[in-house]
């Protein structure tokens, strides 16, 4: 019998949790380290840009600005024993620039929202939107000046009288357009980064010895993501496939033999993964993930040292960190309006609670038709994200919750045209591949049998589902993270929890579209070779067929092009907590040192219905067809029930399973800083436990009645139970150098070996295969006053990949395989004129299997891989993104663009399924009038570009049937306004 995991479990996970909750709230005080400190400052007057450098120094702080910012300015210096933040004021006077505190050791210099020299006052210079781990701390609130802690009532005046001054056109605000746009961006070799980092404070873009890309919450939505996977299109060397919808995509990571769904990227919020392991069937980390304006930046790194903190992704690691409250209330609130009925309300407020704690709370709400008009809503849903934020005198500790409720319509292969070598597509005749989906009203709503009730002529037990319910997230998150500071050792603790459940309710493809009469035919050949129907027949064969619409009962021609689709119905129960304890010391002059553990626990409990085939018209919003088999005597006779309500058959595939998994693991890290050098090795060792159980299947017909053939072969689940476990213990290791030629320019090198533990699919079909790579990377990172470049050269080589597959005709390949890859990522931010932006990136890649083939003989099927090309991995990818900033006397003016080209590609390990390159367009013009105000009109795929992601994942050969196939091609063009108001 099978049993249902719980999580947490065990004495780790609550001592964890316990010791995360103790050791925040014992550590009272506000006031950052940063700010609350007074220094001994001797700086002359001299340009700026070496005046911060040596302020960074005699202060002990990290200063992040972007060269070009002060590469104009001087400072008349600063002299005397001050604090930090006052001798920063002073520094900055007349320079018109401010700054705002983002850690409790690190200050980003910004543009001042005004030309007066207040920077200089601690309150006037506290952060106005978060830019860090901790956007407030050290900032003199207005609460703690006047020394209260006002009533709720006072604090509902107070933001009253605020926004009837707001309203009315008054001066009080707390955000200017310029605070809003001068948030530090990627292009910055001072900005610091914290994923994939030994100590939490993080490291400068300039020091990082290995691959790494930021985007702010601005950056995140000029790239007009239509998911949260689509973001990372901005990402060299990752590569989305998003045209599924917002959720379900297959994420490849250049050189990684993926293939399918996205094991090889981590999503994370603070630093926690949003669940443990990166992909389960129908469920990837980004389908647990929305972007909204709850974000205040992204950082995403690739390799390198992420192979052993953490989860030990081998992949890429995306984190999100949040906004959190700042001492002066703000917030704003946004509608979007889009071409394909889109309304989406977004909506953000930070602000103090009391005088020690900060609170911020924010999300959305949008339904949508979808580009793909489904004829009933494609996405409803929305998202609230929650924070509470206490800076301490040696530390911070937030707190933060996140709940998602959102259906999203998952889009399957189209038909289409394809030419004889399958490099030129066009449209299938009837069927626009821009906007056309199979699903509609006709196709919304599924009964099908899928229980047996044992007796001739009895009806079986049914299963329904509603496609508009498509692939949703019923999801709460929470989580916490601390950083305390005690004598000679810094403390870190992130944990996270996750619970709910992933339903599937989607139609997925069969093979190419055909005409009706040639499947009549078809069924009418296979019908008569069945012993069981032609002695319910008395011998006679089948000798023609009818069809007709369900529904109306009207006669379908049978020259009508027809396909068959499943109906696939799956519910995913979900649980899992993480915990990352980490312990930092200094040993000596420029050597620090990092031991720690982290712990999951994590579960998954499944029913599916897998099959349920559909014969549908190969139109939009198609229509289900019934057919009927008669012999010689008609329909006097006997007759063959080939569909009942459209419905070919149920399921082919009963799962009901129970999995519970558990990693621990211990990683020690020591860096070491000598001169210009910044040197760092690490090591990981981690256990993976995983027990589960699987209740077995039989291959019934469900009323006894071999007439009725869309229930004589379902899988039904018979109660038998059978475990399955996985308990194996294996390690990882990193070790990088950067060398800093100068403040603005470093090389470095890596090298890395990391794991890939399987996932509960991985043990439930018997290919429980533990994947290891070889990660070779040198990099070259610059900034100069009008540029930023990066260039990451790598060899990857891949070994212990599990390789299953189904064919057609019912035999089965299993193959174990390797990779191996060369290639270069890139990027650059150009900025050639004062107010224009030029981006580039992307990556270039030689990627081929290994160890791919196998002979015929004792039944197995021959095949030969080697030296083929990873399959759906863009050989070339590029993006070309221009921006142009305007002043008007009314505010400012951005227009945006973005050119992506994506090379050729194959959608199978055979390399038959060409999928052909093409470039899309997307752009957009942003308007900030005043200070409050913001407009955004902003569209994707302008030129309406034909393009596939992905051929027929059912078949492992080109697909093409009578020139058309199935394939999945990118969403048409999609235009959206935006109105926001901040206050």
């Known amino acids: ?126 952060p106005s939107a978060a830019a860090g781990r901790n956007p407030a701390a050290g900032a003199s609130s207005a609460a703690r000046l006047s020394g209260g802690n006002p009533s709720v009532l006072h604090r509902l005046a107070g933001l009253l009288g605020r926004a009837v001054r707001v309203f009315s056109g008054g001066k009080s605000r707390t955000r200017t357009a310029a605070d809003r746009h001068s ?8 900005e610091v980064v914290v994923t994939g980092t030994p100590d939490v404070s993080g490291v400068k873009l300039l020091d990082a010895s290995f691959q790494v890309s930021t985007a702010s919450l601005q950056q995140i939505q000029l790239a007009q993501p239509s998911s949260a996977a689509d973001l990372l299109k901005i990402v060299p060397g990752l590569w989305a496939e998003s045209s599924g919808g917002e959720t379900g995509p297959n994420i490849e990571v250049a050189g990684f033999p993926g293939g399918a769904d996205a094991p090889y990227v981590t999503y994370q919020i603070e630093g926690s993964p949003v669940y443990p392991t990166p992909t389960l069937s129908f469920m990837d980390n980004s389908s647990l993930f929305r972007l909204d304006d709850t974000i205040e930046r992204a950082e995403v790194a690739q390799g390198g040292p992420s192979v052993v903190y953490s989860n030990g992704q081998i992949g890429a690691t995306a984190n999100f960190i949040l906004r959190h409250g700042t001492t002066t209330p703000h917030g704003e609130l946004g509608l979007t309006v889009g071409d394909e009925g889109l309304y989406r ?49 040696h530390g ?24 004889a070598d399958g490099r030129s597509i066009s449209a299938f005749p009837g069927f626009n591949p821009l906007t056309g989906t199979f699903a509609g009203d006709a196709t919304r709503f599924i009964t099908v049998e899928e229980f047996p009730c044992y007796t001739p002529g009895c009806t079986p037990g049914t299963v329904t589902a509603d496609l508009a319910n498509g692939r949703g997230s019923r999801i709460h998150m929470f989580g916490s993270d601390l950083d305390l500071t005690f004598g000679p050792w810094t403390l870190s603790n992130r944990m996270g929890f996750t619970g709910g459940d992933m339903p599937t309710n989607a139609l997925f493809n069969g093979l190419a579209p055909e005409t009706l009469g040639t499947f009549v035919a078809s069924q009418i050949a296979a019908a008569n070779t069945e012993p069981q129907v032609m002695a319910a027949t008395g011998g006679a064969p089948f000798t023609s067929g009818s069809a007709g619409y369900v529904g109306t009962g009207a006669p379908a021609a049978m020259s009508t092009y027809v396909a068959s689709l499943g109906f696939w119905i799956v519910d995913r129960s979900i649980q899992a907590l993480t915990d990352d304890l980490r312990f930092s010391r200094t040993l000596f002059g420029g050597n ?120 004589d072969d379902t899988s039904v689940a018979n109660g038998e139970w059978s475990p399955s476990t996985y308990d194996h213990t294996f390690g990882s290791w990193s070790t990088g150098a950067n060398y800093e030629i100068n403040r603005r320019m470093s090389v470095y090198g890596r090298v890395n070996e990391g794991v890939h533990f399987p996932s509960f699919d991985d043990v439930l079909d018997g290919t429980p295969e533990r994947q290891r790579i070889e990660n070779y990377q040198v990099g070259y990172k610059a900034q100069a006053h009008s540029i930023y470049a990066s260039i990451d050269l790598f060899h990857r080589v891949f070994s212990g990949v599990p390789f299953q597959a189904f064919l057609a005709n019912g035999s089965q390949v299993t193959a174990t395989y ?3 890859a060369w290639g270069t990522d890139f990027q650059a931010d150009w900025s050639p004129l004062e107010r224009l932006s030029l981006g580039l990136t992307g990556d270039w890649q030689h990627s081929v299997y290994t160890h791919f083939s196998s002979f015929a003989g004792g039944g197995a099927v021959a095949y030969d891989n080697d030296g083929n090309i990873l399959q759906r991995q863009p050989r070339l990818q590029v993006r070309f993104s221009p921006q142009y900033a305007l002043p008007t006397a009314w505010g400012k003016l951005k227009v945006f663009a973005a050119v992506s080209y994506i090379d050729l590609r194959y959608s199978d390990t055979e390399n038959t399924q060409i999928l052909p390159a093409y470039t899309t367009l997307d752009a957009g013009i942003l308007g900030d009038f005043g200070d409050h105000l913001e407009l955004r009109l902003q569209g994707t795929n302008l030129t309406n570009t034909l393009g596939l992601t992905e051929g027929n994942s059912r078949s492992l050969t080109a697909g093409i049937s009578t020139g058309f196939e199935m394939a999945r091609p990118i969403f048409g063009r999609e235009v959206q306004g935006q109105v926001k108001y901040y206050f």
Not at 89 to 110: E, K, W
Not at 183 to 190: E, F, H, P, R, T
Not at 396 to 409: H, M, Q, S
Not at 678 to 704: H, K, P, T, Y
């Open 592 to 711: 620090s040192a990092t031991v720690g553990a982290y712990f999951a626990s994590y579960s998954s409990d499944d029913t599916w219905y897998i099959g349920n085939d559909e014969l549908m018209t190969a139109t939009p919003n198609a229509q289900l067809i019934n057919v009927a088999l008669y012999t010689a005597a008609g329909a006097a006779g006997p007759v063959g029930q080939v569909t009942q309500n459209g419905i070919l058959d149920g399921a082919t595939d009963a799962l009901v399973d129970h999995y519970h998994g558990r990693n621990a693991a211990g990683f020690v890290s020591d860096q070491w800083r000598l001169g210009p050098w910044l040197l760092d090795a690490e090591s990981r060792l981690e256990n993976e436990n995983i027990n589960g159980a699987v209740e077995g299947q039989s291959v019934m017909d469900l009323d006894g009645n071999p007439l009725t053939f869309y229930n």
């Open 818 to 820: 390797g990779s191996t």
């Open 183 to 190: 948030a530090v961006g990627y292009n910055s070799l001072q």
């Open 1 to 126: 019998m099978g049993t249902t995991s719980t999580v947490p479990r065990g004495w780790p996970a609550v001592v964890l949790v316990l010791c995360t909750l103790a050791l925040g709230l014992a550590c009272p005080g506000a006031g950052a380290r940063a700010a609350g400190l007074r220094r001994q400052f001797d700086i002359p007057a001299q340009p700026l840009g070496a005046a911060l450098d040596e302020f960074a120094r005699q202060a002990d702080v990290t200063l992040l600005f972007s060269s070009s910012l002060v590469s104009h300015g001087r400072t008349e210096g600063v002299h005397g024993e001050l604090a930090v933040t006052t001798a920063l004021g002073q520094l900055l006077g007349g320079t018109g620039l401010a700054f705002r505190l983002v850690s409790p050791s690190a200050i980003a210099i910004i543009e001042s929202p005004s030309l007066a020299t207040a920077a200089g006052n601690e309150a006037s210079a506290a």
């Open 396 to 419: 911070d500790l937030l707190f933060w919750a996140r709940e998602l409720n959102d259906k999203n319509l998952f889009v399957t292969d189209l038909p289409v045209a394809v030419s």
């Open 345 to 393: 309300l977004d909506g953000f407020y930070g602000g103090p609670l009391t005088s020690d704690w900060l609170v911020s709370i924010g999300g959305f709400y949008r339904e949508s038709d979808g580009i793909r008009s489904s004829q009933f809503p494609a996405d409803v849903g929305g998202q609230l994200t929650e924070t509470l934020f206490h800076p301490m005198d």
